[in-house]
């Protein structure tokens, strides 16, 4: 068995950690964009009297887009470097920012927002971002993944309450100027100077280890090595060999499921609550306030999951997200705030496990010459979700006049993801990898 000796606490800061926090910038303005949509929502319907389901489906195509561009993104970053995937994507967000300032048609608010802001936010997104974070880290990368996801909880804290006060004050359209210029005010030129791709550009190792004797022989030697009892890495196979087997299939479409509960729930939780009467500042300011916490449980689901495993971690954080949509349906039978806190505690930490886990779970299992293609693939089926999520619940409005069942569905479809995980076992893939 390869072990590396422990690093030593006077050697240089390990960049590695630097790229994590530049992850979490990239994905905070990344999920930041996908939630305001939720605040845009509201002003453009009251604006252009449009109906739920139709404005919905802006963020729906966007979601469509999402889900052809990131296994294309998840592949160009390792085939010719992320600075050239995400550098461009960034300025083509900021054009389609400054381009929904002058959105006139339902046709434009799709075009601008669905198409252009929707291919160039997937450059910034965490299919990138997680096929990069795989080469700096293995026994850490819970951790770093949960680091790094606590920018999609700092996105919604920070630009939610923004972008909600920029439309009260001066109105949606300068509200989209003010996004665009931070767009390319603050990830462009961060990405563009500091973004490495590999540790080995350096000279360093993953997770900031010192190189060992056994080194000299080739990290990658043990990648072709079976690990007990015949168990072969699956990153390591012909990506043909992979999708034959349920273990790809099972990790490929759990996201799918939570995802759709969880854009039924930011795209329309706070028209939701507006409609049952509750000011639409304080509505936003409590998806900040899940947004805040959702970031804090980011960090402690990745930490937890790399020392009681990802199923376990996935299960409880599974558990919280739908009690705390339990408690947001209860509101409307009894108009009590209490239920709302209690919405924003639960549901915050049910959907910091989310990001995490899709990051570390997939890591685990697929990490090698196919991981772009396959967490792109996994990032395309959760936009597919989104997409889906984000619409049916307007439908459901529109033909009901009450989002009860699209409610249940989120909840329901979220327990399910759980069954999905353990059927997928990420722990047999960690053991062995963890074990050369």
Same mark, same amino acid.
């Given at each position: 068995?390869?072990?590396?000796?422990?690093?030593?606490?006077?050697?240089?800061?390990?960049?590695?950690?630097?790229?994590?926090?530049?992850?979490?910038?990239?994905?905070?303005?990344?999920?930041?964009?996908?939630?305001?949509?939720?605040?845009?929502?509201?002003?453009?319907?009251?604006?252009?009297?449009?109906?739920?389901?139709?404005?919905?489906?802006?963020?729906?195509?966007?979601?469509?887009?999402?889900?052809?561009?990131?296994?294309?993104?998840?592949?160009?970053?390792?085939?010719?470097?992320?600075?050239?995937?995400?550098?461009?994507?960034?300025?083509?967000?900021?054009?389609?920012?400054?381009?929904?300032?002058?959105?006139?048609?339902?046709?434009?608010?799709?075009?601008?927002?669905?198409?252009?802001?929707?291919?160039?936010?997937?450059?910034?997104?965490?299919?990138?971002?997680?096929?990069?974070?795989?080469?700096?880290?293995?026994?850490?990368?819970?951790?770093?993944?949960?680091?790094?996801?606590?920018?999609?909880?700092?996105?919604?804290?920070?630009?939610?309450?923004?972008?909600?006060?920029?439309?009260?004050?001066?109105?949606?359209?300068?509200?989209?100027?003010?996004?665009?210029?931070?767009?390319?005010?603050?990830?462009?030129?961060?990405?563009?100077?500091?973004?490495?791709?590999?540790?080995?550009?350096?000279?360093?190792?993953?997770?900031?280890?010192?190189?060992?004797?056994?080194?000299?022989?080739?990290?990658?030697?043990?990648?072709?090595?079976?690990?007990?009892?015949?168990?072969?890495?699956?990153?390591?196979?012909?990506?043909?060999?992979?999708?034959?087997?349920?273990?790809?299939?099972?990790?490929?479409?759990?996201?799918?499921?939570?995802?759709?509960?969880?854009?039924?729930?930011?795209?329309?939780?706070?028209?939701?609550?507006?409609?049952?009467?509750?000011?639409?500042?304080?509505?936003?300011?409590?998806?900040?306030?899940?947004?805040?916490?959702?970031?804090?449980?980011?960090?402690?689901?990745?930490?937890?999951?790399?020392?009681?495993?990802?199923?376990?971690?996935?299960?409880?954080?599974?558990?919280?997200?739908?009690?705390?949509?339990?408690? &947001?349906? &209860?509101?409307?039978?009894?108009?009590?705030?209490?239920?709302?806190?209690?919405?924003?505690?639960?549901?915050?930490?049910?959907?910091?496990?989310?990001?995490?886990?899709?990051?570390?779970?997939?890591?685990? &299992?697929?990490?090698?010459?196919?991981?772009?293609?396959?967490?792109?693939?996994?990032?395309?089926?959760?936009?597919?979700?989104?997409? &889906?999520?984000?619409?049916?619940?307007?439908?459901?409005?529109?033909?009901?006049?009450?989002?009860?069942?699209?409610?249940?569905?989120?909840?329901?479809?979220?327990?399910?993801?759980?069954?999905?995980?353990?059927?997928?076992?990420?722990?047999?893939?960690?053991?062995?990898?963890?074990?050369?």
């Amino acid at each position: 068995m390869i072990r590396h000796s422990s690093p030593d606490p006077h050697k240089h800061f390990y960049y590695g950690w630097l790229i994590v926090g530049l992850s979490m910038i990239s994905m905070a303005f990344w999920f930041g964009t996908r939630t305001t949509f939720s605040i845009f929502f509201v002003a453009l319907i009251d604006h252009f009297h449009w109906g739920r389901a139709e404005a919905a489906g802006a963020q729906s195509i966007a979601m469509m887009v999402y889900m052809v561009m990131a296994p294309i993104i998840g592949t160009l970053v390792d085939r010719i470097g992320p600075r050239k995937v995400i550098v461009p994507g960034i300025l083509l967000t900021g054009l389609g920012f400054l381009l929904c300032t002058q959105i006139r048609t339902l046709f434009q608010f799709y075009l601008f927002f669905g198409v252009i802001v929707g291919i160039g936010v997937t450059c910034l997104s965490i299919a990138p971002f997680t096929v990069i974070l795989a080469h700096w880290f293995e026994r850490k990368r819970g951790t770093a993944n949960g680091m790094a996801g606590v920018g999609i909880g700092l996105g919604i804290f920070i630009l939610v309450p923004l972008i909600q006060y920029l439309i009260s004050a001066r109105g949606w359209q300068f509200a989209f100027f003010i996004l665009s210029l931070l767009t390319l005010a603050i990830p462009l030129p961060l990405n563009a100077i500091f973004l490495k791709h590999r540790p080995q550009e350096m000279g360093l190792l993953t997770d900031g280890d010192p190189p060992a004797p056994s080194d000299k022989k080739g990290i990658g030697d043990s990648k072709d090595k079976e690990g007990p009892r015949g168990f072969l890495h699956y990153g390591e196979k012909e990506f043909s060999e992979i999708i034959k087997t349920s273990q790809f299939w099972y990790a490929i479409l759990y996201p799918s499921f939570t995802t759709l509960g969880v854009y039924i729930i930011i795209v329309h939780h706070v028209r939701y609550l507006v409609d049952l009467g509750v000011d639409k500042i304080w509505a936003a300011s409590l998806f900040a306030i899940v947004g805040i916490l959702s970031a804090g449980f980011r960090l402690f689901w990745g930490w937890f999951s790399d020392r009681v495993g990802r199923e376990i971690t996935f299960t409880m954080g599974g558990i919280c997200f739908s009690s705390g949509i339990l408690f &947001l349906l &209860l509101f409307q039978y009894a108009h009590s705030y209490t239920l709302l806190y209690l919405f924003a505690l639960f549901f915050g930490a049910g959907w910091g496990v989310s990001a995490p886990m899709f990051m570390s779970i997939t890591a685990d &299992l697929y990490k090698g010459k196919h991981f772009g293609l396959i967490y792109g693939m996994l990032e395309g089926m959760i936009g597919l979700g989104s997409a &889906l999520g984000a619409w049916i619940a307007g439908y459901i409005f529109d033909q009901t006049e009450n989002y009860f069942w699209a409610f249940m569905i989120a909840m329901i479809l979220n327990l399910f993801s759980i069954l999905l995980v353990w059927l997928a076992a990420p722990r047999k893939s960690r053991r062995f990898h963890l074990s050369l």
